[in-house]
């Protein structure tokens, strides 16, 4: 309940043939949240979420699953709030590189990390949000995505090269535009209403 201490959690890895048990470096500090764990593009490497308990600091960890080792790849904090969790979006380019959301400039927009380099590279950019994140074509190296591009009150869906290139507006109508696309991306229903425009729905 609100104000009891939270409970203490751990991770393992199980290795099914061996029948091991591998506990997982997570550091020192109990009072903390795991959100999310993710397989990487990594051989036998974990992902781990970490968030202090106010929810303004979001560490990174990739995990060895042979022996449990963590190494801190990525830290981030927010003055105030770490909002629109960054780690729902984080999308696995290769072993090196992962797409992630981020408030850094003041807008939530989506950047490339490559954890090899240590470098953050910005894929969207401007004075306005991106809502949705919808995937990443890894054949294509295209990004999908929602934005507040045209205004505050629309939702506009777009692509983008993983290189912040060749940025092509999908949706045609103004307003509210909320896009499910095929595996592939190769198709989307689009599901657009406005404020004289009843919920219409379209393939493309």
Same mark, same amino acid.
């Given at each position: 309940?609100?104000?009891?201490?939270?409970?203490?959690?751990?991770?393992?890895?199980?290795?099914?043939?061996?029948?091991?048990?591998?506990?997982? @470096?997570?550091?020192? @500090?109990? %009072?903390?949240?795991?959100?999310?764990?993710?397989?990487?593009?990594?051989?036998?490497?974990?992902?781990?979420?970490?968030?202090?308990?106010?929810?303004?600091?979001?560490?990174?960890?990739?995990?060895?699953?042979?022996?449990?080792?963590?190494?801190?790849?990525?830290?981030? %904090?927010?003055?105030?709030?770490?909002?629109?969790?960054?780690? @729902?979006?984080?999308?696995?380019? %290769?072993?090196?590189?992962?797409?992630?959301?981020?408030?850094?400039?003041?807008?939530?927009?989506?950047?490339?990390?490559?954890?090899?380099?240590?470098?953050?590279?910005?894929?969207?950019?401007?004075?306005?949000?991106?809502?949705?994140?919808?995937?990443?074509? &890894?054949?294509?190296?295209?990004?999908?995505?929602? &934005?507040?591009?045209?205004?505050?009150?629309?939702?506009?869906?777009?692509?983008?090269?993983?290189?912040?290139?060749?940025? @092509?507006?999908? &949706?045609?109508?103004?307003?509210?535009?909320?896009?499910?696309?095929?595996?592939?991306?190769?198709?989307?229903?689009?599901?657009?209403?406005?404020?004289?425009?009843?919920?219409?729905?379209?393939?493309?």
């Amino acid at each position: 309940k609100a104000g009891d201490d939270n409970s203490i959690v751990t991770i393992h890895i199980f290795d099914l043939e061996s029948g091991k048990t591998i506990d997982a @470096e997570i550091g020192e @500090e109990t %009072d903390v949240y795991f959100p999310r764990i993710f397989w990487t593009k990594k051989a036998n490497t974990l992902a781990i979420i970490r968030l202090n308990r106010l929810q303004n600091h979001m560490d990174i960890l990739f995990t060895n699953g042979d022996n449990g080792s963590s190494e801190l790849v990525y830290q981030e %904090d927010n003055k105030y709030y770490i909002d629109q969790p960054p780690y @729902e979006q984080l999308t696995f380019i %290769d072993e090196s590189r992962f797409l992630i959301m981020s408030e850094k400039d003041g807008y939530n927009h989506i950047y490339q990390y490559n954890v090899e380099d240590k470098e953050m590279t910005q894929i969207t950019r401007g004075e306005f949000d991106v809502i949705s994140y919808y995937g990443y074509d &890894s054949k294509t190296k295209n990004i999908y995505y929602a &934005s507040t591009e045209e205004g505050a009150i629309y939702r506009t869906v777009y692509r983008v090269k993983e290189n912040g290139k060749k940025k @092509e507006k999908l &949706s045609t109508n103004n307003g509210n535009n909320h896009a499910v696309f095929s595996n592939g991306f190769k198709y989307y229903i689009n599901y657009f209403s406005n404020s004289e425009t009843p919920t219409l729905v379209t393939l493309h």
